[in-house]
């Protein structure tokens, strides 16, 4: 044996034939979980009403299109959804999201004096339409959404025109209370503030 070799019973050319699979292996593990489609969702946040029962649910995220063409992510509100409901009474409630592959499912729960009140709302970042109980709308054509919630959980949705990027809560609930002058309950609303 010559100095320079390297005693070792595997040979150069049976390491050289897994290196492939092992790429292969590597970028599939990268690869899972990550979110496809035209926009990526980062995160949502719920401010709960004091009264009625209800909230405003901010989601952010990106277009990946400029994302990939310029390098720079232009992170922004995707979505405002004011959710409200009188038919029911409140001891608790919570939000979460679910960031599939394709789309974006938007969950809420209300402990309630009937028992528990659950709905979801999902968002296709693929095709752009949000799904509010059995009605589906293009999110192009307006970015704010009113959810209305009756005893059975059954929802109703309205939408309206685009607020633009980094709105605050407080400023979504007046926009929609302007487009909604004559609605009791919309006015009625009061944000928690912590």
Not at 52 to 62: M, T
Not at 127 to 146: A, L, P, W
């Given at each position: 044996m010559f100095r320079n070799e390297i005693a070792h019973p595997m040979k150069r050319?049976?390491?050289?034939?897994?290196i492939p699979l092992l790429v292969v292996i590597a970028l599939g593990a990268v690869g899972c979980g990550i979110q496809h489609g035209r926009f990526v969702t980062t995160g949502e946040?719920?401010?709960?009403?004091?009264?009625?029962?209800?909230?405003?649910?901010?989601?952010?995220?990106?277009?990946?299109?400029?994302?990939?063409?310029?390098?720079?992510?232009?992170?922004?509100?995707l979505l405002y959804i004011l959710i409200i409901t009188s038919a029911v009474q409140e001891h608790g409630s919570s939000s979460s999201s679910?960031?599939?592959?394709?789309?974006?499912?938007?969950?809420?729960?209300?402990?309630t004096e009937k028992?528990?009140?659950?709905?979801?709302?999902?968002w296709n970042r693929q095709t752009d339409i949000v799904t509010i109980g059995k009605q589906e709308f293009v999110r192009e054509k307006g970015d704010v959404f009113?959810?209305?919630?009756?005893?059975?959980?059954?929802?109703?949705?309205?939408?309206?025109?685009?607020?633009?990027?980094?709105?605050?809560?407080?400023?979504?609930?007046?926009?929609?209370?302007?487009?909604?002058p004559n609605d009791e309950l919309i006015s009625s609303v009061k944000l928690y503030s912590p």
């Amino acid at each position: 044996m010559f100095r320079n070799e390297i005693a070792h019973p595997m040979k150069r050319g049976v390491i050289c034939k897994y290196i492939p699979l092992l790429v292969v292996i590597a970028l599939g593990a990268v690869g899972c979980g990550i979110q496809h489609g035209r926009f990526v969702t980062t995160g949502e946040r719920f401010n709960a009403f004091l009264s009625p029962v209800g909230g405003i649910d901010i989601v952010d995220g990106y277009e990946t299109k400029p994302a990939h063409e310029t390098g720079i992510l232009n992170e922004q509100h995707l979505l405002y959804i004011l959710i409200i409901t009188s038919a029911v009474q409140e001891h608790g409630s919570s939000s979460s999201s679910d960031l599939g592959k394709y789309a974006t499912t938007l969950k809420y729960t209300w402990n309630t004096e009937k028992g528990i009140l659950n709905i979801s709302i999902p968002w296709n970042r693929q095709t752009d339409i949000v799904t509010i109980g059995k009605q589906e709308f293009v999110r192009e054509k307006g970015d704010v959404f009113v959810v209305r919630l009756d005893a059975n959980g059954e929802m109703s949705g309205q939408q309206f025109a685009s607020l633009g990027s980094h709105i605050r809560y407080q400023d979504v609930l007046k926009y929609i209370q302007q487009q909604l002058p004559n609605d009791e309950l919309i006015s009625s609303v009061k944000l928690y503030s912590p």
